[in-house]
């Protein structure tokens, strides 16, 4: 894996309060290897990658944010019959992380489950498959502010906040954070422009020093980068780390717009 | 839309013969319900009208039509009726005459008589109601008959609508939503059971939608519930007359499904031989009197401007009282509007009207076309329906009409009297469109007619109404299906498939069946009948009602900056002030601002704009007053594609020398050249031109099938034609053509193969389940059909950036886990005749078989030069979305090096 250097020390930028246009900013050093990207978040190398989950190779950890299990079956209490497969879906997805890195630990980073009442309603089959993934690993949920301790129920170690090596992980990013804070809950997405046309994905957030991981779930949506929300984390401003169809692209923020 | 001609314009029927008016009835609810008398002769079965009637008619030296009489007599005798009336002839009266004869003996029972809603008044548009009540009220005032006439509409306050549903009027305007809720709404039963009539209004305009569909649904439920209420159905231009009557009438339901009401009604029986019984046409007005204008500046080979022919339309417009210009899109229209004025020297009123301005912005430009202030009114479909805003003289249509049906009813825009003829300048905007506009001229001189087809009723629409029965009265699952299937729409339905919708509405009808727990109605295990789970379900119902699925909109607000302005002179401010969001300029879709980055501009609302960024749910934007060209909006999905039958008469007049002698001489030297350098193919033949230019190889190709199939058609041969090694690039489909560029040599590849309508098979399935427009018509099936919501109890107006999940991750998900679901079948079902028409793909694959003509050249033929002028703006849609990541990120790498 090659090796990066130290982040540029960030440029102090007065934060623009113009219409949802990112400031600009330098790209942070970073590789795009296959159909990742790698960086250093503080002195730990992780490596983004294309299904929305993040790889710490040397603690074998695989964190993942906002699943938002059982989404769907929220939706239908309230009426709205959303398809009953978001969950299934996002577990398979899960699976084939597993398979493909084997790791030691999973962090589930928040909002594993859309409401605090989701792990009671989740169907045998696919609870007998959480199961399964969760005897595998060591399995850790961080406490969200969808689902709280609901997750707890179903085994697994709780956190409100984890160390792993020089990382902090913790679901809701706190402003002026200590380099190597990662964190969900804000869902970004970003809006690339060119050839005339803009394209929204989902994706990561980061100014090389702490970093916002996208929303994993099948029906989660997103909140746009450029949005003033993203100033507080990031006041130099972000990088996106885009999810495309296949691969993690970064796009730097000049090609970035608001919704 | 009412007007009541002055006695000279219409000769008065049959009075010398019967001196009916003195021995008119009297008035009195028995000389109303007695036998009329009909005056014998061969088609004249003319009633007498009761004495209020007459003596109003006569005091304005008016006599009423033969046509309107018919209607009385009709009535009478409890007939429905489909009453097919040029512009100007009155038929809004002929509609309502016999329910106001019919009311008038009820103003003896004093003020204080019962609410009984007597007459129902449909129409497609909010603004037509109003219209109505007002000219409705004029006689009914004037003859002091004491009618109770209200509209009830989105805009309606919430006190006067529960007034309304305590305390019926006799007369009832309003829309097709506002009917669903009404149905959906607890004793409707009793709100409709004394209903006597249904009429409505533009019905060629409402059949043939998905608000049909709900309309027609609707008022198989007002025959449950009013078992001898007759309709009537008006419209200005019908195509296909006998459909409209099945429409209208439906077939009765079944005997088990006969509800409570002994009475039947012949006329609601099954549908007549013929429909002819039923239908009332009025004698056609004056013929139209249509040009084309025969522009002496060079016709363009491609585009849909008609900038070339603007100083001769404002020398035109000089000449006129008032000119409406109709365009087919709003970009059109806003183009149009700039270049009119470039050449407006002598300032002449001309403004600009179209659904995306602010509604008061709109209502300004009618009141002023009402008052004879303006001289002239750019306009999109917006002005195609309804009310009269003034005395237009002359409709100036822009570019090809698309269809005869639109043209005609465009035309009669102009000149709203019965007996002149009604004056219409068609503008071609190119060379093809020249041959489009000269077949619809012709075609409205020899009185042919298309239309849109009627449809088989959407299963979306279906559950909507499902669910509204069950808001309102619970119902019985067979009488229910009796009363759908009686509909013309939905005759057909199969019992399994309708059974299937209600497992939609209770559960989301799921293989998994996950969410039976959770049903949104329920059925009672005693008497069998399904209601809504609770008043809660059924309030969200209320709340998303309707079968128009708009884009989401972002409303276009002019910008400026907040605080101290720097004085002239003085050091400026550091840094610049909050932008405040100013007036709202009107309505733009979000899809069209998303394709656009902070500093683009683009032309709305008569002015160039740039977008400063998007707050919320508004679009800032300033006005570029440096600017010349704009970005102009393209708008790609509100064009009409061309019809079926205008698109086979041009077909016809490419081949037809004699028809030819009419064309402006360019573009029949345009044609002799093609004949010369290729061919030009006969009516029933489709030629097919391969060639190299700059390094590419071309296939393209002349179905004439309209922009939307022949896209269809480019996605499909592309993806062949990848599959036979010739590497396609891109494609481009116009109006008329279709061409494909690769890099490899076309002239060898199999024609018959490639064309062979086994491509409507994998090839299309595997496209459909990543097409971004089969992910927008699933999106508005899911809404229609309650799956998703628009509107959310307690929560302020929603776009698509503020809603909590996407529709096309909910697509992605179902099309993976339930591909046959009854909702994405539904959405298969509308993408074949909507953005993506495949229905007419089918059609023209069938069609071309065995008649492919092929020319493999070493040039461009003129047919192709304007296809080939429109290149270069098209990729292929899928592989440039993530050639724009790819883009940014190899900026990136670059940084990085």
Redesign the interface.
Known sequence: MPLLSQPAPKPER?R??????APVRA?P????VGDSVEMRLGHTLVTALPDGALWVAESKTLIVSDIHFE?G?SF??R????????T??ALLKLTDLMLRLQPDIIVSLGDSFHDSGGPARM?ARDRELLRLLMSRCDWVWVEGNHDGRAPETLGGKFHEVLHVGSLVLRHEPTESAAPGEIAGHMHPCA???????????RCFATDGARLVMPAFG????GL?VCHEAFANIFPGGATAL?L??DRV????NE?L??? | MLKFEPLGTWPRPCHADCGHSTAAASGTGASIRAPLRYIKGVDARVPLLPSPFEEWFAARGWAPRPHQLELVSRAQAGLSTLLIAPTGASKTLAGFLPSLIELAPLKDEGPRRPHKLHTLYISPLKALTTDVARNLNTPATEMQLGVRIETRTGDTPPSRRQRQRAHPPDILLTTPEQLCLLIASEHARVFFEDLQAVVIDEIHALAPTKRGDLLALALARLKRWAPAHRRIGLSATVADEEGLVRWLLGSSPSPRGGGRGRQRNPALSPAPQGGGEIIVKAPPGAAPIIDVLDSDANIPWSGHTARHAIPELYETIKRTKLALVFVNTRAQAEMTFQELWRVNEDSLPIALHHGSLDVAQRRKVEAAMAAGKLRAVVCTSTLDLGIDWGDVDLVIQIGAPKGCARLVQRIGRANHRYNEPSRALLAPSNRFEVLECRSAQEAVQEGALDGESLRIGGLDCLAQHIMGCACGEPFDEDELYAEVISTAAYANLPRSTFDRTIDLVATGGYALRSYDRYRRIVQDPHTNLWRARNASVAQQHRMNVGAIVESEMLDVRLAHRTGARPRPGTPKAQGPTPLVAGRRLGQIEEYFIEGLAPGDTFLFAGEILRLLGVRETDALVVRATDQQTPKIPSYAGGKFPLSTFLADRVRHMLHDVKRQKKLPKQVRDWIKIQKRRSVVPAPDEMLVETFPRGGKHYLVCYPFEGRLAQQTLGVLITRRLERLGKNPVGFLASEYAMAVWGLEPMGDVDLAALFDEDMLGDDLESWLGESTLMKSTFSKCAVIAGMIDRNVPGATRKTGRQVTFSSDLIYDVLKQYEPDHILLQAAFADAGEGYLDIKRVGALLARIKGKIIHRDLPYVSPFAAPVMLEMGKVGIRGAADEAVLEDAASLIAEAMS
Not at chain 1, 29 to 32: D, K, L, R, S, W
Not at chain 1, 218 to 221: D, L
Request: charged share 25%.
């Open positions: 007065p623009r309060k113009a219409v949802a246009v790209v050093p970073m590789a795009i989404k079956s239908a209490l009426g709205q019959m959303l398809p009953p497969y978001d299934h879906a169907d809006r690339v422009v060119g050839r005339g046309r803009s394209v929204r994905r099948t029906y989660t949506g746009n885009v495309g169809k692209l970064p796009a730097p090609r717009v608001g919704d």
